[in-house]
């Protein structure tokens, strides 16, 4: 049955999110693609806003799985570091997701290590 996952990236001002189908035959398809980003003024207040706004993203969008990108992602995924993945046109296009915005590769990425069976 296909599954509803997220992959996000969090960088200074800002939280990427990659909203991705896991397919039965082990590809993906990309369903949406936003970003959070900080509001000005006090830092608690801004993280306060982007942590209702993601909630309420995956609510909406029934999301059975959160997948966020960690330094070494790629050390439990194949044999290139990431970004030669996050580069490689061909690996994103025999994997169903050619579609997926270059900048949304990394929360994408998130996903697919965690969920490529192969």
Same mark, same amino acid.
């Given at each position: 049955? #296909?599954?509803?996952? &997220?992959? =996000?990236?969090? &960088? /200074?001002?800002?939280?990427? =999110? /990659?909203?991705?189908? !896991?397919?039965?035959?082990?590809?993906? /398809?990309?369903?949406?693609?936003?970003?959070? $980003?900080?509001?000005? %003024? %006090? $830092? #608690?207040? &801004?993280?306060?806003?982007?942590?209702?706004?993601?909630?309420?993203?995956? $609510?909406?969008? !029934?999301?059975? +799985?959160? +997948?966020?990108?960690?330094? &070494?992602?790629?050390?439990?995924? %194949?044999?290139? !570091?990431?970004?030669?993945?996050?580069?490689?046109?061909?690996?994103?296009?025999?994997?169903?997701?050619?579609?997926?915005? !270059? %900048?949304? $590769?990394? #929360?994408?990425?998130? =996903?697919?290590?965690?969920?490529k069976d192969s």
């Amino acid at each position: 049955m #296909p599954m509803q996952i &997220a992959g =996000v990236m969090v &960088a /200074a001002d800002e939280v990427r =999110v /990659a909203l991705l189908t !896991k397919n039965d035959d082990d590809t993906f /398809a990309v369903d949406d693609e936003t970003t959070f $980003r900080l509001q000005a %003024g %006090g $830092r #608690p207040g &801004a993280y306060d806003i982007v942590q209702q706004q993601f909630r309420d993203y995956i $609510r909406q969008h !029934k999301v059975e +799985c959160v +997948c966020i990108k960690g330094s &070494a992602v790629s050390r439990n995924f %194949g044999e290139r !570091k990431v970004d030669e993945y996050l580069k490689d046109n061909d690996f994103w296009d025999d994997i169903g997701l050619c579609d997926v915005k !270059k %900048g949304m $590769r990394e #929360p994408a990425f998130a =996903v697919i290590s965690q969920f490529k069976d192969s």
